[in-house]
């Protein structure tokens, strides 16, 4: 479904992607695991066009969408949900979800209020509730809600799992899972390996902007050199 390759990101004269290059499976959970400033977010504004990349390819779905504007991009299907979650703080749960809502492209049921209720049940006790009187998880919920509300075939999470606690935390994984369940093809950019290894089926990690390896979560979790050099803080 994502076939990324060769890709180069700047800020400025700042170098941060050096030939990323990474593929996506339909129906599979990737995550791109790194330390703080390894380039995950800017990979992900790189996918979804907040940052123009310099030079290389983003194949979505059998379209070359490298430099196309966001909204583009978001009406081709790929949906993203930032690190700052980005709500509508004056609106009510049930006006954030109705922001997101776009015609499902595959002929798949769509995203409607009530199942979103059902994957995240804190959100249906809180639906005349205004962003900006909830906590940091009921956010991050929202956030994610909203995104599914435009029925994107692929899902961008950028450190879902940050700053919320582990009960939190716990019940983000089965989401995530539970969007597997349902076909919904999801990139997450993660550095809590415990929350990674819960949801993902493959990882690859980056470090200074390059891809320096990639295999499946059972390879990763047995390999503690690798770990070490790689995702130790």
Do not use: C
């Amino acid at each position: 479904m994502l076939t990324v390759e060769d890709l180069h990101s700047f800020y400025g004269r700042a170098h941060i992607l050096h030939g990323v290059s990474f593929a996506l499976a339909a129906g599979e959970v990737l995550v791109l695991l790194g330390r703080n400033g390894a380039g995950k977010s800017t990979t992900m504004k790189s996918l979804i066009g907040l940052v123009r990349p310099a030079s290389g390819r983003i194949a979505f779905d059998g379209q070359d969408i490298a430099g196309w504007e966001p909204h583009r991009v978001a009406r081709a299907g790929l949906g993203y949900v930032p690190e700052e979650r980005r709500i509508f703080s004056e609106l009510t749960v049930l006006e954030n979800l109705e922001v997101g809502r776009r015609k499902p492209r595959d002929g798949r049921p769509a995203w409607t209020p009530e199942r979103l209720f059902a994957l995240f049940p804190n959100l249906a006790a809180l639906r005349g509730r205004q962003g900006g009187r909830m906590s940091g998880g009921e956010q991050q919920m929202l956030t994610i809600a909203r995104t599914l509300m435009g029925n994107p075939g692929l899902i961008l999470l950028d450190e879902p799992s940050e700053g919320l606690a582990p009960v939190i935390v716990e019940q983000m994984a089965d989401a995530i899972l539970a969007l597997k369940q349902q076909g919904v093809t999801v990139l997450l950019a993660e550095q809590n390996l415990h929350f990674a290894a819960r949801v993902a089926d493959r990882a690859a990690v980056i470090e200074t902007g390059r891809i320096v390896w990639t295999g499946t979560m059972a390879d990763l979790h047995g390999d503690e050199a690798l770990r070490a050099a790689h995702l130790a803080v």
